[in-house]
């Protein structure tokens, strides 16, 4: 009698060691699977903090270029204005070196031609044929 006590004592202790084993089996598969989660959701922090750093560089370069940016347009538009200026200060000069070339042109036709305010007397003569050239070709 002994004996099947302790023959039904070993088989209960087997059942038992067997349904622990089974718990434990799993607990491990369970335990796998959290780690195999947690891992995923740390790499997903990781690229998401990646991204956010990247994201963050764009948009102080961003941010500088808009910078650099709107102190080119300044520039620009201080250039373009000084151009501006330029051109009118150019435009009055040019009027001016128009009317004083005509000025001059009058004023050398009168004194090499002998039109008009031509008073020294010592007019050259041409022959007729070199006169009409003259006149054909002068300005």
Request: with cysteine; proline share 1%.
């Amino acid at each position: 009698m002994r004996m099947k006590r302790f023959q039904k004592m070993l088989e209960e202790q087997k059942e038992l060691e067997n349904k622990a084993e089974s718990e434990l089996s799993g607990i491990q598969l369970e335990e796998a699977n959290i780690r195999q989660k947690v891992e995923f959701a740390q790499t997903n922090v990781e690229r998401i903090n990646g991204d956010l750093e990247k994201f963050e560089t764009e948009k102080t370069g961003l941010l500088e270029n808009a910078k650099n940016s709107k102190e080119d347009v300044e520039k620009k538009q201080h250039d373009i204005a000084e151009i501006q200026k330029t051109i009118l200060a150019s435009s009055d000069s040019h009027g001016e070196l128009e009317q004083k070339l005509r000025e001059s042109v009058e004023q050398k036709r009168t004194d090499v031609c002998g039109i008009p305010g031509d008073f020294s007397g010592n007019r050259r003569k041409f022959p007729s044929g070199v006169t009409d050239w003259i006149k054909k070709c002068s300005v």
